[in-house]
């Protein structure tokens, strides 16, 4: 069956503009956690949902935000962005969210 | 607050050989997963392994088996008969079994193959 599916897999911004990132998980599954990866921070949760409904939000500011959809597809937006906002965003998906999570393939944002 | 720690950054080993990748963590709950992800150049992560804290006997799978010790708050990756498309960076990962289902990584660890 299809993995987890991010797109685009790269896209260029400016500092100030916002984006929207997609992710499409594995059908049947209705937890969807995003994570933030860059190379001096690492790997940090952002925000995981379940059911359209947010779980649990990482410490990232305010111009982080996602949403679920009744289909389980997610986006997560980040508004007036920043240089350091530069990273690889990945998606995550689980049936529940117990036990492990399917990674996609990240979308790669570069903020100039 | 728990924590991950991969303390390679990097390590190399010879094709058909046998490599250990390390990672210690910090938490006091009881309940708790622990994972080993893979992540090649197409930046997927890959999940490798699985450990479940209540269980005891370490986990394996295939070629790759885990050293699981609860008290010492250990959890390695050993990696038998190593193979070229095994190179990538791995991290340990963190989970408790309760409330949130956010993963703590670690810093990760580059394997090189050599052939």
């Known amino acids: 069956k299809a993995g987890v599916t991010q797109t685009p897999r790269y896209l260029i911004k400016t500092r100030g503009q916002q984006v929207t990132l997609s992710c499409s998980p594995i059908?049947?599954?209705?937890?969807v956690s995003w994570y933030q990866q860059t190379p001096g921070q690492g790997l940090q949760f952002l925000f995981e949902?379940?059911?359209?409904?947010?779980?649990n939000k990482g410490n990232f500011p305010g111009r982080f935000s996602g949403r679920q959809f009744s289909n389980s597809r997610s986006e997560m937006n980040v508004s007036t962005l920043e240089l350091g906002d530069s990273a690889l965003y990945l998606c995550?998906?689980?049936?529940?969210?117990?036990?492990?999570?399917?990674f996609g393939s990240g979308t790669r944002l570069t903020v100039v | 607050a728990q924590t991950v720690t991969q303390s390679q950054p990097e390590m190399s080993v010879q094709e058909a050989e046998t490599v250990t990748l390390s990672c210690t963590y910090d938490?006091?709950?009881?309940?708790?997963?622990l994972f080993w992800y893979k992540q090649p150049p197409s930046r997927q992560m890959i999940l490798v392994i699985r450990?479940?804290?209540?269980?005891?006997q370490n986990a394996t799978e295939n070629r790759f088996s885990v050293n699981f010790q609860k008290a010492a708050k250990s959890f390695s990756l050993k990696i038998s008969d190593s193979q070229l498309g095994d190179a990538a960076m791995y991290f340990c990962?963190?989970?408790?079994?309760?409330?949130?289902?956010?993963?703590?990584f670690g810093t990760g660890t580059r394997l090189k193959v050599l052939a």
């Open positions: 995550a998906s689980s049936p529940t969210g117990v036990g492990g999570y399917t």
């Open positions: 450990q479940e804290a209540y269980k005891q």
């Open positions: 059908s049947g599954h209705r937890s």
């Open positions: 938490t006091s709950e009881s309940d708790y997963y």
């Open positions: 990962a963190y989970r408790k079994n309760s409330g949130t289902y956010k993963y703590i």
């Open positions: 949902y379940f059911s359209e409904t947010q779980r």
